[in-house]
């Protein structure tokens, strides 16, 4: 093709919305090319809204008029300033080199007049522009970190939550109504024994998508119910900096169970005694079939645990007999009818759960006293960062005084969260209304995971001899007791 000449044009957001679109700086070019080199074709290359200040940000445009230069296509370059090109230095040094090898040796600019490539000037306006595009960010990630120590939200938009202003100016978050009731919601069936897909399909058919529209996933519950910002605090550069200053959707009790309950593996019992966590690679497992299996429902003879299994019962399929499933000792020790079992272990526990004795004793919590200290401390920290932060804007801190205080906090901080850890969540109050409605709609593995929140183990006594019949009373459950 006949060689051209090139206009590079790139627009750059800016924090104060003011920027000059590439289709001015076209008319700009444009009209320049045609006083300047009249008769030559003109080729544009463009990229919008994206930046030269970061090497990590990949520009089409840009790199397309290199591959037209080292190709030889193109006669003459313009721009509007040189800056529009590149900002960082060995960037700048990388192009120059590759529009000398190419004999163009001279940029045509709007505002820096004709920068010659192979001057010093050019090279120390490169390293000029570097060196300002260094300050510039050195000034925003402060304005972000003061922001942040004011509790000020991030600029992301997250579900149960939208951006909002006070009425003295100050960036806040509101609360979405529906979303927010969905995390809360989600929150009471984690706690529940729900699984993550199993809430986010039900949300889904309700007609709830994510914050931007896009379908709603397991992961996008988990990602609700851990992230620290709906518990109201604020992150900054993935660290908890403090109390954000908008209302909470989930208490601090509530998250801290929630994330206790999400990051801990399920534990089997094997048949030697040993345990193992079950992870994503367990998935599937031929074992995990029935709701009472995994040393949930053990042998009242040897002790060990029942399995689920399939008994023939009267004579077998040819003499009119039936098979059934059945929960039997590895041993053979006893054997129970295995749907029965279940309807009644259940039935039992709903029965306990109405009265309000037995949910006092299994939400007793020994650590409440002390979780209350920590949260009370955590908020204290919180207050002293916020207070420092004033004094730091207003000059009576430097900012390595500054600094210092913070990772003080940081440190303190970072203990109490540990011992809160440590102490684990406070024992879950399940929604037993709710749990109960759901119960037949719940899949094997969340049923599983309802029981083992309030049972510690059923034994399976000896079957009576000559009794024919489904025997309750050979049941015993051991509640759990915090």
Request: net charge positive; with cysteine.
């Amino acid at each position: 093709m006949d060689k051209h000449v090139a206009l590079y044009l790139r627009l750059s957001p800016r924090p104060d919305g003011h920027s000059e679109g590439v289709d001015v700086q076209e008319r700009q070019g444009r009209a320049y090319s045609a006083q300047t080199w009249p008769g030559i074709p003109v080729v544009v290359y463009s990229d919008r809204l994206l930046s030269a200040a970061d090497e990590d940000v990949w520009r089409p445009g840009f790199e397309k008029l290199r591959q037209a230069v080292r190709d030889g296509e193109v006669s003459r370059l313009w721009c509007v300033e040189q800056s529009r090109l590149q900002r960082l230095e060995v960037g700048w040094f990388v192009l120059a080199a590759e529009l000398a090898a190419a004999g163009i040796d001279e940029i045509h600019t709007g505002r820096d007049g004709i920068v010659r490539v192979a001057d010093d000037i050019a090279g120390i306006k490169a390293v000029i522009n570097a060196g300002e595009i260094k300050k510039m960010k050195k000034r925003v990630n402060d304005r972000l970190a003061d922001n942040a120590a004011q509790g000020q939200p991030a600029g992301s938009v997250l579900f149960g939550f939208r951006h909002d202003t006070r009425d003295d100016g100050t960036k806040t978050y509101r609360q979405v109504p529906e979303e927010a009731a969905a995390i809360r919601e989600s929150m009471d069936r984690v706690l529940a024994g729900w699984n993550l897909s199993a809430i986010a399909a039900d949300l889904r058919e309700r007609g709830l998508t994510g914050a931007h529209g896009g379908t709603l996933t397991a992961g996008s519950v988990r990602s609700w119910l851990t992230n620290p910002t709906v518990a109201g605090w604020r992150v900054h550069r993935g660290v908890i900096a403090g109390r954000g200053n908008w209302e909470p959707i989930l208490t601090e009790d509530e998250w801290q169970a929630c994330r206790a309950k999400l990051a801990a593996p399920r534990v089997v019992t094997t048949r030697d005694g040993g345990t193992y966590p079950v992870g994503a690679a367990h998935a599937g497992f031929a074992g995990r079939k029935y709701a009472l299996t995994g040393g949930l429902a053990v042998c009242g003879v040897c002790g060990d645990p029942v399995a689920g299994s399939v008994k023939q019962l009267k004579g077998g399929a040819k003499r009119g007999g039936r098979d059934v499933p059945y929960y039997l000792c590895r041993r053979g020790c006893t054997g129970i009818m295995l749907e029965q079992t279940e309807e009644h272990v259940a039935g039992r526990l709903f029965a306990e759960l109405d009265k309000p004795a037995f949910l006092d004793a299994i939400a007793e919590d020994a650590h409440a006293a002390r979780r209350e200290e920590i949260i009370t401390a955590l908020s204290a920290v919180d207050a002293k960062r916020k207070e420092l932060a004033g004094l730091w804007g207003t000059g009576a801190l430097t900012s390595e005084e500054w600094q210092a205080a913070r990772g003080s906090l940081e440190a303190s901080e970072r203990e109490l969260r540990a011992e809160l850890a440590e102490k684990g969540p406070p024992p879950a109050r399940a929604g037993i209304e709710q749990a109960r409605a759901a119960w037949p709609l719940m899949t094997l593995g969340e049923k599983r995971e309802f029981l083992r929140l309030f049972i510690a183990r059923v034994t399976i006594g000896r079957a009576r001899p000559g009794l024919q019949r489904f025997d309750p009373d050979r049941i015993t459950i051991e509640w759990r007791k915090r």
